[in-house]
Nanobody
Framework: QVQLVESGGGLVQAGGSLRLSCAAS????????MGWFRQAPGKEREFVAA????????YYADSVKGRFTMSRENAKNTVYLQKNRLKPEDTAVYYC????????????????WGQGTQVTVSS
């Protein structure tokens, strides 16, 4: 079992920055793909970013590419999502997930989820 706890959400003005953290416990994340997803009211959960355990590559949704950066600190069993140049459309609950499946873009393939953290971007 992997327990995930997200933190760092909040209210920020458009153009501002936030850093989300996802702390894992129970098992090491070194053998898991780690992903960030978000869900806005009335919408499906959507892929934001993922860090692959094999090879160390990181992938982003087109909507956040160039603005968000995902990083992984295995020594702390934690992943981060640095969000810059935030837009009102980035407003959502952000979830961290752990995955052993190759399909890192599909939220249904993830084995473990955190409780989510709310990010609200005002215009």
């Amino acid at each position: 079992q992997v327990q995930l706890v997200e933190s760092g959400g909040g209210l920020v003005q458009a153009g501002g920055s936030l850093r989300l953290s996802c702390a894992a416990s129970g098992r090491t994340i070194t053998l898991y793909d780690m992903g960030w997803f978000r869900q806005a009211p009335g919408k499906e959960r959507e892929f934001v970013a993922a860090s692959r355990w094999r090879g160390g590559s990181t992938y982003y949704a087109d909507s956040v590419k160039g603005r968000f950066t995902m990083s992984r600190e295995n020594a702390k069993n934690t992943v981060y999502l640095q969000k810059n140049r935030l837009k009102p459309e980035d407003t959502a609950v952000y979830y961290c997930g752990a995955n052993r499946d190759d399909d890192y873009r599909s939220w249904g393939r993830y084995d473990y989820w955190g409780q989510g953290t709310q990010v609200t971007v005002s215009s």
